[in-house]
Structures are given as C-alpha cells and as structure tokens.
C-alpha cells in the first residue's frame, strides 16, 4: 500500500488538503514553480492526464483539458515532468486518469507509476467489478486505487465499496458535474454523513467546492476536501491563485 491512510491518521489539522490541477495547465512550468512554492501546504496533489471526454467534468475543466490537449500533454509527458522536476519526491501525488491511457500493457504501466513515486490513481470511469479485481495488483506495486462514492450509489454497491476500498473514500456530494458551487448540496451533506456512521475509512469531499467558508463547514463531517474547479476558474482568466489558495488552505487548519 502507499500509505495514503497514514496521512489522514496522523495529520495534525482538521482536513488534509488536496488541490486538483491539470497537468501541464497553464503549463508545466507554472505548476512547478507553484507547487513547490506551496508543497508544505498541499498534503495530496491531485493531478488530472488530459482526456478528450472527462467523466463528470464541468466546462470549467473540460475547456483546460482541451487547452492542455492542444499543448501535446499527455500522460507520459506528464511522468516524465513528474520524475524529472522531483516532485513526487516532496508532494504525495495521485493521478486521475481513464482506464483506456493503462489498459494495455498495465502491469508494465504501474510499475512505471511506481518508479515515478506516485501514490494512487483515480480511475473515473472503472467499474467497481474491474476496481475490486485490480487491487491485488495496484498493492503489488504500491499504489492506492482511490474509489468512488456518490448519492446515487445504489446501496447494496456502497457496502461493497465500503468492504473492499483500499485508501480513502472519493465523496462525489452531488448529481451532476464538478463546478464551483454557492453553498454545500443538502443531499450530499446528509448522504456523506450516513456513510460517515458505517466506515472507519477516511472520507474526502470532492465536486462543488470554492469557499474557505464551504470547507469550515466540512470540519467533522470528512476527513479532506478536494478543490478543483474553482482554481481552474482563475487560471482561465488568468489571475493570480495564490492568495485564494492560501485562504483554502489556511480554512483546513
């Protein structure tokens, strides 16, 4: 195992923190530079391979994988950045990517994971059958397969995920795509808080977050949140990120 559960059993603020960058947006060089500069405040970085058609995705992040896409990234480009920048070696890094990027030849492409340090995958659009047979193979080589939890899992699936999830719990808290939203969806609030009474295992809220208000409003229920979109937001209209990043962080505290 990667050991990303040690993070949430031993972490010294209310929610660890994990961003959600696309990788190669704006460009590689801007994300170094930035997540260097804020690697003691990024506890798990989640890092999204460029995809055509992006499972749930808002138009906030479909417009970047686009953008990225014209750029020529892709996911060796990206392990490649990944491995030369040293990253990995000072940020816990997992990756959202789909299944078609490692279908073919995927024990050869986790090792490749594995040697670049990366810490899990986020495999969208796996089904939960294919997920629980993939698992032994993802411990053989270290890594965390990050599984899916939503409203509209039906239930006798949430207590297989429950049963089988290796690492932390993905909480999608919506129906819809991901995209900053006004205040926290009742629903996913009262469905995240029925799981919460059911599993030990550490639970992330991910989709609709934008506000160190929305994330104080979280302490108690989770155990992360995953912001997205609404950095995506201002790197599109290019504004300075770091303030706003700092306010996202300094409310997990």
């Known amino acids: 195992m990667a050991n990303l559960l040690e993070k949430f059993k031993n972490r010294d603020k209310s929610l660890l923190f994990v961003p959600f960058f696309v990788s190669g947006f704006p460009d590689f060089d801007f994300l170094e530079k930035f997540l260097f500069k804020n690697k003691d405040k990024i506890d798990i970085l ?10 749930a995705d808002g138009p906030i992040l479909q417009e970047i994988n686009y953008r ?3 750029k020529g990234v892709n996911l060796n480009n990206t392990l490649d950045w990944l491995l ?15 299944f078609n990027l490692i279908q073919n030849k995927i024990e050869e492409k986790l090792k490749r994971f594995q040697e ?20 032994p193979l993802f411990n053989e080589h270290n890594l965390d397969l990050i599984l899916f939890i939503s409203p509209t899992t039906r239930e006798e699936r949430i207590r297989k995920i429950l049963d089988i999830a290796p690492s932390f719990l993905y909480c999608i808290s919506v129906k819809g795509v ?4 006004d205040r926290l969806p009742e629903e996913g609030v009262a469905f995240i808080s029925r799981v919460k009474k059911e599993t030990n295992k550490p639970l992330v809220w991910g989709f609709g977050l934008g ?10 229920l989770v155990d992360g949140v995953i912001v997205g979109s609404a ?23």
């Open 68 to 70: 990225a896409m014209v």
């Open 84 to 98: 030369d920048s040293g990253i990995t070696k000072k940020i816990d890094v997992i990756l959202l990517l789909y």
């Open 211 to 220: 506000s160190s208000y929305q994330i104080n409003s979280l302490k108690g």
């Open 178 to 181: 991901t995209g900053e939203r």
């Open 46 to 55: 989640e890092l999204g391979v460029p995809f055509s058609d992006p499972v």
């Open 116 to 135: 670049v340090g990366i810490k899990g995958l986020v495999i969208p659009d796996l089904p939960l059958e294919e997920a629980e047979k993939l698992i």
């Open 231 to 253: 950095i995506g937001k201002r790197l599109l209209n290019n504004e300075d990120i770091q303030d706003y990043f700092d306010e996202l962080y300094k409310a997990t505290l």
